[in-house]
């Protein structure tokens, strides 16, 4: 079991990529609903967008959907939390569940209100001035989906790195 990664229209290849390369880190599952605003061929990942992160894709288990309702249908009955500035609780209030799925909406227009109504105890907000409107989508699912993990106590990921070099804690 692990979490899964909801987003719902993205519209920008570089969040895109950053997410897959959050999602490959921790072992989650990309959920992607149509329409995209980028092009994810092979041809053009390896052309375009092998910067942006999305050479990640082939270490991460992507699950598409043809549009809202379709995810919708395919996923009923799942627990899942929606993301949105319009919530009054915060992303750290949740107590997130193993499997469950965090859904981010389009980085220009966020969640379908009809859709935060429908769900609306499970939307959740992360806290910030009242001078920007949002977060970077990027940055906004790695804050929720490492706060899940640490609140599932980062199962199966502190497992010692490749990269790890004991001669640093001395």
């Not at 290849?13 to 992607?32: E, P, Q, Y």
């Not at 919530?87 to 009809?114: C, I, M, N, Q, W």
């Not at 490492?146 to 004991?166: G, V």
Request: glycine share 4%.
């Amino acid at each position: 079991m692990a979490l899964n990664i909801v987003l719902v229209e993205p519209e920008i290849a570089v969040n895109a990529g950053n997410i897959a390369r959050t999602c490959a880190a921790i072992g989650a599952t990309l959920h992607m609903v149509k329409p995209y605003g980028f092009d994810t061929s092979d041809a053009a990942v390896k052309k375009n967008y092998k910067r942006a992160g999305l050479d990640y894709w082939d270490k991460v288990k992507i699950v598409e959907y043809d549009n809202l309702e379709d995810f919708k249908a395919k996923t009923k009955g799942k627990k899942m939390y929606l993301l949105s500035t319009k919530s009054k609780r915060t992303h750290s209030d949740v107590k997130y569940e193993d499997d469950a799925y965090l859904v981010f909406g389009p980085e220009t227009r966020g969640l379908p209100e009809d859709f935060i109504l429908e769900n609306f105890e499970n939307a959740a907000r992360i806290p910030m001035r009242d001078i920007i409107r949002s977060l970077n989508l990027s940055n906004a699912v790695a804050i929720v989906a490492y706060e899940a993990e640490r609140q599932l106590h980062y199962k199966d990921l502190l497992e010692e790195s490749p990269y790890f070099d004991d001669r640093l804690e001395k």
